[in-house]
């Protein structure tokens, strides 16, 4: 059974920096396009990037380039998105997702595309 699990969602202030972690259990996360979405009180879910199985091409929201980074380590079977110059606008709940029934392919930021989702971890940039 494949589990996903994401981590490491704090409370920091404006300019600060975190990284979350996306684990799973059931699956080798190499093979497969990852997502992190977020989802803000009284949002809509959004994609936050994505990193593609096929290529390890990445992709970001245009409201988090240049401050975001998508990556994965095989070896320990996580993929990890780091946060810098974090703002309140990034105050969300965020999610990491994979998308086991398209290996090899190029990922989107299109939560469709994501079968398997992990429970949260909370962001919370403020003063």
């Known amino acids: 059974q494949v589990q996903v699990e994401e981590f490491g969602g704090e409370s920091v202030q404006p300019g600060g920096s975190l990284r979350l972690s996306c684990a799973a259990s059931g699956v080798s996360l190499e093979f497969y396009n990852i997502g992190w979405f977020r989802q803000a009180p009284g949002k809509d879910r959004e994609g936050v990037s994505c990193i593609s199985s096929r290529d390890g091409s990445t992709a970001y929201a245009d409201s988090v380039k240049g401050r975001f980074t998508i990556a994965r380590d095989n070896a320990k079977n996580m993929v990890y998105l780091q946060m810098n110059n974090l703002m309140p606008e990034d105050t969300a709940v965020y999610y990491c997702?994979?998308?086991?029934?398209?290996?090899?392919?190029?990922?989107?930021?299109?939560?469709?595309?994501?079968?398997?989702w992990g429970q949260g971890t909370q962001v919370t940039v403020s003063s």
């Open positions: 997702a994979t998308d086991l029934g398209n290996p090899f392919t190029i990922a989107t930021l299109d939560a469709g595309r994501y079968d398997h």
